[in-house]
């Protein structure tokens, strides 16, 4: 299984307070991304990275911030957490070479729960 | 837009036949599909890539086709087996970042 961890797996925290996930990945893997997963709508993509400083935006992206200061790290933070956040949070890598079509390799989520 | 439509309904079949999934995408047709496998409280995992160009590939009990025609993808499990049973996304390339898009899924229960 290709090294991704993702902390913390569970959390619950009120609304307006600030959240911060953190993706870890030991394969030196070049792109990282951040989903979220929600019932009827599937993976979406919220950002993303191709190296380190290097971060866009996906498709539902608003509300969330990244940041990456080293190729292994990739923090996903909730400036000020609203109900519409509660969902099960997931990092991906891919490598470098092959671009967009390469395929990604997950970490087990975070379940975030704001209430 | 590019979108990508899995079946949302569960697929309940009897172990030892074959599972057959639907993947249907709009717009032009993607370079490359991908299916993924997700069991309950984890990550998806990555099954299977197939080309534009390929029509048809395998791994194992596994078989995806590409149909550029019908705009569509078949994920074929035979003498499927109850530790199949999962939820299977499929993706292709599209929306504005150009990203991979995910199905919904669909959740395959094998019977014993």
């Known amino acids: 299984d290709a090294g991704i961890t993702q902390s913390p797996r569970h959390k619950v925290t009120e609304t307006g307070t600030p959240v911060t996930l953190r993706c870890h990945q030991t394969e030196n893997h070049r792109y990282m991304y951040w989903y979220r997963q929600d019932p009827g709508h599937g993976l979406r993509l919220i950002h993303y990275?191709?190296?380190?400083?290097?971060?866009d935006k996906g498709e539902v992206s608003d509300g969330y911030s990244v940041s990456r200061s080293k190729t292994e790290d990739f923090l996903l933070t909730l400036e000020s957490a609203t109900s519409s956040q509660t969902s099960v949070y997931f990092c991906?890598?891919?490598?470098?070479?092959?671009?967009?079509?390469?395929?990604?390799?997950f970490g087990d989520g975070t379940r975030l729960s704001i209430l | 837009s590019q979108k990508i439509e899995q079946n949302s309904e569960a697929l309940n079949i009897q172990e030892g036949k074959t599972a057959t999934l639907t993947c249907n995408y709009t717009?032009?047709?993607?370079?490359?599909l991908q299916w993924y496998r997700q069991d309950p409280g984890r990550g998806p995992v990555f099954l299977l890539l197939?080309?534009?160009?390929?029509k048809e590939k395998r791994k194992e009990r596994l078989k995806v086709t590409f149909d550029t025609t019908l705009k569509q993808s078949l994920f074929h499990i035979t003498a499927s087996q109850p530790a199949d049973s999962a939820t299977y996304l499929c993706?292709?390339?599209?929306?504005?970042?150009?990203?991979?898009?995910f199905g919904t899924g669909t959740l395959l229960a094998v019977q014993p």
């Open positions: 990275s191709y190296g380190v400083k290097d971060t």
């Open positions: 991906a890598i891919s490598p470098s070479s092959g671009g967009s079509n390469q395929p990604q390799h």
């Open positions: 197939i080309r534009e160009n390929e």
């Open positions: 993706a292709r390339l599209g929306g504005a970042t150009n990203k991979l898009i």
């Open positions: 717009n032009y047709s993607p370079a490359y």
